[in-house]
């Protein structure tokens, strides 16, 4: 007798024609048997005609908790992602007040998590030039990795991180053997172009892409290489946004270093003729590209020098987005409902296979940042599923949002719907989701690197 068996659901292949239909077993929170399964359990769920994927495994939100909840927060924030088909989330140190910088802001960030997530998560720690003598400390308590700002992060209390710092974190954290994670744009050349838009008086959604244009990643990528390679550190570049940065990342790993990147569906999904038209919903750092950019990412992708896909989610109260000078309006994306969507969505046209969609949502992730048993459709990982029917054609409507503000730009509002929909999601076996719905009386585990 086992808890629950889904059956005849499709399993990730490289064929979608022939892919297997199986039976999943679970008991006490992890996956037990696969197969043609005859044994009795509990609950049984029919699974047949639906896609079952590894949970997704998001290691880029921003759920502002504790301090900053009114623009997302961590119960809302994780419904939403579990909506998504998410599992596991990795919640940066930021915008949280105070901001996850040693062990007493960590504490406080595990006390909202504990009580308010729906899902399991796991926690970054902030690299920053005021807490340099903490990262230890930040080890100890659980953190997976640790995150720099190589320009403005928008957040007084959180500094970007000069090449001094970056030189002495990045010791801090090879010898702790955690990755260290940039977001990489050169501070010296936003802020000077930035600085000379404002002056001028060319305030719009295209003076501000202009003011962060792709050598300003690409130079920030470079120069995180090598420090990376003077101090033997794990690095990681988030939301590379260009073809042009993650090519840099590949050759950096052609010498040896170890080194990944991620990429964000918006990236993916939108270009910055979306910027332009739609404005404040779409704002992000870096901004959305060119259409060229676009697919140089895609193929990037096809040709595995993209690790993983992330929803860098980071919404806020929509009066931050209601501004007239677009370099005030606050820059931050909502669409942790909407990732493992977009990448099903481009499977077809990108020559893509479920068993991609499975490594760049989860499996990936999983092995970068250490996290056992988690990513996996096999036995003796967590079972961490999520049920997907690939041919709803349902368009989603803003107010069906579970994210605390009812705006994202993968809504009817901004975008052509995506096609499928996220039937359930497990969560170690315990259904969080189902059909629209937060099921309740789940609460998630914090999940430390091993």
């Known amino acids: 007798m086992v808890d629950l068996i889904l059956r005849s659901g499709m399993l990730p292949s490289d064929n979608q024609t022939s892919a297997p239909k199986l039976d999943i077993a679970v008991d006490d929170g992890y996956i037990v048997g696969i197969g043609d399964l005859e044994q009795d359990c509990q609950q049984d769920i029919d699974a047949r005609g639906l896609q079952v994927l590894p949970g997704m495994i998001d290691t880029h939100v921003h759920f502002n908790d504790p301090g900053r909840a009114t623009w997302e927060g961590i119960a809302t924030g994780s419904r939403a992602f579990a909506s998504g088909g998410g599992t596991l989330y990795g919640d940066m140190p930021l915008n949280a007040s105070p901001p996850t910088l040693d062990a007493a802001s960590f504490a406080a960030k595990l006390a909202v998590a504990q009580r308010d997530s729906v899902t399991d998560f ?74 000379q838009m404002t002056a001028t008086g060319k305030l719009s959604s295209k003076d501000y892409a202009a003011s962060r244009p792709v050598f300003a990643e690409v130079e920030a990528i470079r120069r995180a290489i090598s420090l990376a390679e003077a101090t033997g550190c794990r690095l990681h570049i988030v939301h590379v946004s260009s073809g042009t940065g993650v090519l840099e990342v590949a050759r950096a790993r052609a010498r040896g270093i170890d080194i990944t990147c991620e990429t964000c569906a918006h990236y993916l999904h939108f270009t ?179």
């Open 122 to 195: 796991a926690f970054w720690g902030g690299l920053t030039p005021t807490n340099l003598e903490h990262l230890e400390d930040l080890a100890d308590c659980g953190v997976f990795a640790f995150k720099a700002f190589m320009s403005n992060s928008g957040m007084d209390d959180f500094q970007a991180a000069d090449d001094t710092t970056l030189y002495e974190g990045m010791l801090t954290a090879a010898k702790l053997n955690l990755p260290v994670a940039v977001h990489a744009e050169s501070d010296a050349l936003t802020a000077h172009l930035s600085q």
């Open 272 to 450: 910055e003729e979306d910027l332009f038209n739609f404005g404040a919903i779409f704002k992000c750092a870096p901004p959305l590209r060119s259409e060229v950019e676009q697919q140089r990412l895609w193929q990037c992708i096809r040709e595995g020098q993209i690790d993983f896909v992330t929803s860098d989610h980071s919404p806020s109260s929509l009066d931050l987005k209601d501004k007239p000078n677009f370099f005030e309006v606050w820059g931050g994306i909502a669409g942790v409902e909407a990732t493992l969507l977009v990448m099903l969505n481009g499977m077809t046209e990108h020559h893509l296979s479920t068993e991609d969609i499975a490594k760049l949502t989860a499996s990936h992730a999983a092995a970068r940042f250490g996290f056992k048993d988690k990513g996996r459709l096999e036995v003796g990982a967590h079972a961490d599923i999520a049920l997907v029917d690939l041919v709803d054609e349902t368009a989603r409507q803003p107010e069906e949002l579970l994210s605390r503000h009812k705006y994202s730009p993968y809504t009817t509002s901004y975008t052509q719907p995506l096609k499928g929909c996220i039937i359930s999601t497990f969560v170690r076996g315990q259904r969080v989701f189902h059909e629209g719905e937060i099921v309740d009386g789940v609460r998630g585990q914090l999940i430390r690197p091993s």
